[in-house]
């Protein structure tokens, strides 16, 4: 049974910092890229980050870029989000997913509330 459990978020002031983590289980996580996600009541689901099965490659979301990290570690079966210079437009929920294209799959974990206060 595949799971992806995240863990770090909370209640922040504008400016500040926090640390996601999402542990997995369940599956071979080195063959796994990685993403994080997050949705803000009333809107959809958004990209945030995203990194490749060997931590080699990373894509952030331009709303991001220059503030959050994404980051694995494979011997840990976790991945990472450093998110720095937090602002109110940051709050949702963030969720961890593990994607691979063949055979393909995808999990999602259960997510994490991140608030940015102002």
């Known amino acids: 049974q595949v799971h992806l459990v995240e863990s770090g978020g909370g209640l922040v002031q504008a400016g500040g910092s926090l640390r996601l983590s999402c542990a997995a289980s369940?599956?071979?996580?080195?063959?796994?890229?990685m993403g994080w996600y997050r949705q803000a009541p009333g809107n959809e689901r958004e990209l945030v980050a995203v990194?490749?099965?060997?931590?080699?490659?990373?894509h952030h979301a331009d709303s991001v870029k220059g503030r959050f990290t994404i980051s694995r570690d494979n011997a840990q079966n976790t991945v990472y989000l450093q998110m720095n210079s937090l602002k109110p437009e940051d709050t949702a929920v963030y969720y961890c997913?593990?994607?691979?294209?063949?055979?393909?799959?995808?999990?999602w974990g259960q997510g994490t509330q991140v608030t940015v206060s102002s």
């Open positions: 990194i490749t099965s060997g931590g080699s490659n990373t």
């Open positions: 369940g599956i071979i996580f080195s063959f796994y890229d």
């Open positions: 997913n593990a994607v691979r294209s063949w055979p393909a799959h995808s999990y």
